[in-house]
T-cell receptor, first 117, second 111 residues
Framework: GAGVSQSPRYKVAKRGQDVALRCDPI?????LFWYQQALGQGPEFLTY????????KSGLPSDRFFAERPEGSVSTLKIQRTQQEDSAVYLC???????????????FGSGTQLSVL | QKEVEQDPGPLSVPEGAIVSLNCTYS??????FMWYRQYSRKGPELLMY????GNKEDGRFTAQVDKSSKYISLFIRDSQPSDSATYLC???????????FGKGTRLSVIA
């Protein structure tokens, strides 16, 4: 594809609902990151995949957050029992690079804006 | 105190002005420094990528890193209304460790 694609673009959930956010990285990109961006803040790291391996999940705020990338391409971020504090834009980014330079030429999607009521 | 500090602005300048944006940081392990531009309702877009100290120039943009002062800057020359966006600094200790972002500075260039 032309870029990193995220869906849905907007998601409204009632408190306590489960949500699933999808990321389609650029074809062939090995590294995939999820970031959370609260209103008026910079993105904050959630988790990192290299192909299908989740190498770092230190940024996931609680065990309600789960991410997977089973075939090394599409990734899904799942949030269980959503809370109001989960309201944010969830950004996915991908990179062709592997070790040593994954942050270079990192391409971001437009994000999914999650609102929990 | 956050690892990366960035004045959120907003900053408003006339078209053609030189814009100076900056960030300070506390983690001396940071080696990779980036500037991203983010338009409203879009994802961040990489503008400049530098390693360690020094200057880097790309067209109207110049990035400076002063590791001794833990201070990075982005200069925009001949600013245009299309430069109106939020500018985020980001940094990391190595090329494939998670980026730590500043809060972002919102810039408006007035025609």
């Amino acid at each position: 594809g032309a870029g990193v694609s995220q869906s849905p673009r907007y998601k409204v959930a009632k408190r306590g609902q489960d949500v699933a956010l999808r990321c389609d990285p650029i074809s062939g990109h090995v590294s995939l990151f999820w970031y959370q961006q609260a209103l008026g803040q910079g993105p904050e790291f959630l988790t990192y995949f290299q192909n299908e391996a989740q190498l770092d999940k230190s940024g996931l705020p609680s065990d309600r957050f789960f991410a997977e990338r089973p075939e090394g391409s599409v990734s899904t971020l799942k949030i269980q029992r959503t809370q109001q504090e989960d309201s944010a834009v969830y950004l996915c980014a991908s990179s062709l690079a592997v070790a040593g330079a994954a942050n270079e030429k990192l391409f971001f999607g437009s994000g999914t804006q999650l609102s929990v009521l | 105190q956050k690892e990366v500090e960035q004045d959120p602005g907003p900053l408003s300048v006339p078209e053609g002005a030189i814009v100076s944006l900056n960030c300070t940081y506390s983690n001396s392990a940071f080696q990779y420094f980036m500037w991203y531009r983010q338009y409203s309702r879009k994802g961040p877009e990489l503008l400049m990528y530098t390693y360690s100290s020094g200057n880097k120039e790309d067209g109207r943009f110049t990035a400076q890193v002063d590791k001794s002062s833990k201070y990075i800057s982005l200069f925009i020359r001949d600013s245009q209304p299309s430069d109106s966006a939020t500018y985020l600094c980001a940094m990391s200790p190595s090329g494939n460790t998670p980026l730590v972002f500043g809060k972002g500075t919102r810039l408006s260039v007035i025609a």
